[in-house]
Structures are given as structure tokens and as C-alpha cells.
């Protein structure tokens, strides 16, 4: 029970994280939506995301861990089918220069806004259990 309230807590303040950060998620009732979205989002960590695992293990061996970003992408995709209210629609980022480097701007909706959403919210979501281990 502990560790299901913990993986509930770290997913809603990633996805919270990631809502402030990079935008292009439309929540229709706002923190309610974020909140059954969180849930949603740990029960499918907890029961689908070990299947998709197995069931991917050969592509996941062959590449090396990556293919584990696409099945986060999956799960990510499922809970925006699962919770009403909650879509991933146009991502774009404004661009970022320091000094001589130097980030070009760009949008991305469908696809590739899920996967880019999807990289954010593992590495917060990391970041949050290896502060709490």
C-alpha cells in the first residue's frame, strides 16, 4: 500500500512538472483531471507496463534498453485514452540560447509531442524515486 501511494505521489508531481514546464496538455477540470490522471498513470505502470515489458523484451535486448522509452510512450498514450479530460495536443518550445549555444525552437504535435512529453516525464519521475531510495 505504501509503495502504491509513493508511485501515485511521484507520478502526480511529474506529471504536474511537466504541465508547468512544457505545456500542450489540455486538462478539463484542471487539478481533478491531473489527480485521476496520476492515478491512472500508476495503476498502468503497475499492471500493463510489465506486459508491454516482456512482451518486448527481444526488441528491448536488440536496441539496447531504448525500446523502453517507446513502451512509456504506449502507457503514456493509453491514459490519454483512458482519462476524459486529458489530451497531449501541440507541444512547442520557445528555443534557448546561452553564450554561444544555442537551441532552435520548435513544435511538434501527435507522435512526436507524446514521445518528447513522454523522455520529460521519465526523467522526472526518476529523478523523483532516486531522491526518495
Known amino acids: 500500500m505504501k509503495s502504491i501511494i509513493r508511485s501515485f505521489l511521484i507520478n502526480l508531481a ?7 514546464l512544457l505545456g500542450g496538455f489540455n486538462l478539463a477540470h484542471g487539478y481533478e483531471t491531473l489527480a485521476v490522471a496520476a492515478a491512472v498513470l500508476g ?15 527481444p526488441l528491448n535486448l536488440i536496441t539496447l534498453g531504448t ?6 510512450v504506449a502507457t503514456l498514450y493509453l491514459v490519454t ?3 476524459p479530460g486529458f489530451s497531449i495536443g501541440l507541444f512547442s ?6 553564450n554561444s ?13 507524446l514521445i518528447l512529453i513522454s523522455f520529460v516525464l521519465s526523467i ?10
Open 93 to 98: 518550445f520557445p528555443g534557448f540560447t546561452y
Open 43 to 57: 495503476i498502468f505502470n503497475l499492471l500493463v507496463r510489465p506486459i508491454l515489458n516482456i512482451l518486448f523484451l
Open 81 to 83: 485514452l483512458a482519462v
Open 14 to 20: 511529474s506529471l504536474w512538472l511537466v504541465t508547468q
Open 67 to 72: 525500446f523502453r522509452w517507446i513502451i512509456n
Open 124 to 133: 522526472f519521475s526518476s529523478f523523483f524515486y532516486w531522491l526518495i531510495k
Open 101 to 113: 549555444f544555442n537551441l532552435p525552437s520548435f513544435t511538434a504535435s501527435g507522435f512526436p509531442a
